[in-house]
């Protein structure tokens, strides 16, 4: 029996400890974690203007209206790679970026997994309602998505490494992603199970709709925030 | 007395025994060669992008066919070639040809294993038949060739996807106003899903099809013959065997596709309408650009063709009366 250490990031959104890779991200970074780094952030870059830029590529959907052909409005897309890595320093230490070895590892590793109940895993303990409302409604909307996809739904695809959104990761050859999207989201025959990240052009200066970022916590140190067990 | 003779003298009878003998019809005026791949699809459904995938994919096929050659026929294509590779080179999506007068492809193909050398002879222009713009038949339309319909069912309109017999029925019905019996020259028609990254609903069996395109991504490497070890296992098409065998898989997907398509009303008409005017249908599926990543006219990764050759191999097929497809 294997056992996932739960804990949360600085805006109460879960991260299970994946293998020996350290906590990952349940889902890609959303929305609503991201406006709480800029409610609080004092950069310039991040105003009004720079959020309405970032929506008119994904917009926004309330968690109550999250559903099968919408889900991905819900995550934090369009972002540049040095704003995911603001987020990531905001966050505190020991947050980043993962390479694109961990998240194929991380991937492999959750692959191998069966799909778990999310209260039997603990990420919802803690959760604030609205946090609540989005992991539980996205899971769904998912599922629904991945069965009209046929595909046969693994513990990868509960944290969207699957039919989520291309996810920035850092290699040798600079900034690049892995993912596949749902269809509707971008067209794509992306095949991250090969392992093979993706090089988008100009990849720190143009913004791309279905581009967004997850986290990997690794450090160990307990002040970053509560941890909780669940099993997995 | 036979039939002619029949008609001829009762003719003459007709007119009092005076001989009315009508002057010959001119002999046509020598012009360029009818396409030998019809291109039939609505503004919007893929078709630059089709073709410029095919093109491109065509000239670097001695990859996988080391005695193939490909080689333009005039300069205009030579130059259009050239501009492919710019394209491709630097992700740029084609514009739209719905007000343009297109363009004409002119090439020799030659070691193409079991067919042999052919001259492929496509238009890149609006479609007179099933776009929406006001352009009139041309004259050379290649009705005695094998017609491509590209088909994106993404792009297509919960009425559109309603009516597809109906619009298959306005390409028969164009087709027969200029005098080609459907019984006698029963039209080959490749239906060629186009734009299929974009399709959620899509069979897991088909979108593996797609992703799993070795010949494609071995064309696609600029690693020339490393690409073999690149894409890990041998290519296929090196031999007649491979060839072979490659074109049993074609005809699976074929019969998937239609299964699939047989599953929508208007897919399971389209099919018996078009058993009913004897065409010889076929169905392949493909990706020109491999993923919709693009922004103000460019992809925003590398071209990355899926499947593209599938319907020019299906043309190939449909023409030879030699070889014959035997599936199983």
Not at chain 2, 27 to 44: T, V
Not at chain 2, 107 to 115: A, I, K, S, T, Y
Not at chain 2, 222 to 235: F, I, R, Y
Not at chain 2, 281 to 295: E, N, Q
Request: proline fraction near 8%; include cysteine; charge should be negative.
């Amino acid at each position: 029996m294997t056992f996932l250490e739960v804990r949360s990031d600085p805006t109460g959104f879960p991260m299970l400890r994946v293998g020996s890779f350290g906590y990952l991200h349940w889902l890609p970074v959303t929305k609503i974690q991201f406006e709480h780094f800029l409610c609080d952030a004092r950069d310039r870059a991040f105003d009004a203007q720079w959020y309405k830029e970032i929506l008119a590529l994904n917009p926004r959907v309330a968690p109550a209206k999250i559903s099968w052909n919408n889900y991905w409005h819900a995550l934090m897309t369009g972002v540049l790679p040095a704003e995911a890595q603001r987020f990531a320093f905001w966050c505190g230490d020991g947050y980043r970026l993962p390479t694109a070895e961990e998240w194929n590892g991380a991937c492999l590793a959750l692959r191998n997994e069966p799909v778990r109940d999310l209260h039997e895993l603990g990420i919802l303990r803690d959760l604030s309602p609205r946090a609540r409302d989005l992991v539980i409604r996205s899971e769904a909307a998912a599922e629904l998505a991945a069965s009209r996809m046929g595909y046969e739904r693994r513990l990868a695809d509960q944290f969207l490494m699957r039919l989520g959104v291309l996810e920035w990761v850092t290699t040798e050859s600079g900034w690049q992603a892995l993912g596949e999207p749902f269809p509707s989201f971008v067209g794509n025959l992306f095949a991250p199970e090969t392992g093979s990240p993706i090089s988008p052009r100009q990849s720190n200066e143009r913004r791309l709709a279905p581009l967004g970022f997850r986290l990997l916590y690794v450090n160990d140190s307990k002040d970053a925030g509560p941890t909780s067990e669940g099993r997995v | 007395m036979g039939l002619f003779d029949w008609l001829r003298h009762g003719r003459e009878q007709q007119n009092g025994g005076i001989t009315i003998e009508p002057p010959p019809p001119p002999l046509p005026p020598p012009g360029p060669l009818p396409p030998s791949l019809e291109i039939f699809s609505r503004s919007g459904h893929g078709r630059s992008s089709f073709l410029m995938a095919l093109l491109f994919q065509l000239r670097r096929l001695n990859l996988v066919w080391p005695n193939y050659l490909c080689w333009p026929q005039d300069e205009l294509t030579e130059a259009a070639l050239k501009q492919i590779h710019e394209h491709v080179h630097h992700g740029r999506l084609p514009v739209s040809t719905i007000d343009s007068e297109g363009t004409r492809y002119d090439l020799l193909l030659q070691g193409l294993e079991r067919w042999g050398r052919r001259r492929l002879v496509v238009w890149d222009r609006p479609d007179p038949v099933l776009s929406q713009s006001q352009t009139t038949l041309p004259q050379d339309l290649g009705w005695q060739a094998t017609a491509c319909w590209l088909l994106s069912l993404a792009d297509l309109s919960a009425v559109d996807l309603q009516i597809l017999d109906m619009t298959f029925d306005d390409l028969m019905r164009a087709r027969r106003r200029t005098g080609h019996d459907s019984a006698s020259q029963p039209l080959r028609l490749v239906v060629v899903l186009t734009k299929a990254d974009a399709l959620p609903d899509l069979p897991l069996t088909l979108r593996r099809y797609l992703k799993e395109d070795n010949i494609s991504m071995a064309l696609s490497a600029n690693d020339g013959l490393l690409a073999e070890s690149k894409v890990g296992s041998p290519l296929l098409l090196r031999s007649p065997d491979a060839l072979q065998q490659y074109l049993i898989g074609l005809w699976r997907v074929h019969e998937e596709i239609q299964r699939w398509m047989e599953t929508m009303l208007s897919g399971q008409m389209l099919v018996h309408r078009a058993r009913e005017h004897h065409v010889e249908l076929r169905f392949a599926i493909v990706s020109a650009t491999g993923s919709g990543l693009s922004t103000e006219g460019l992809l925003q990764i590398p071209w990355s063709p899926r499947r593209v050759l599938d319907p020019l191999f299906w043309a190939l097929e449909l023409d030879s009366s030699v070889l014959h497809l035997r599936p199983y």
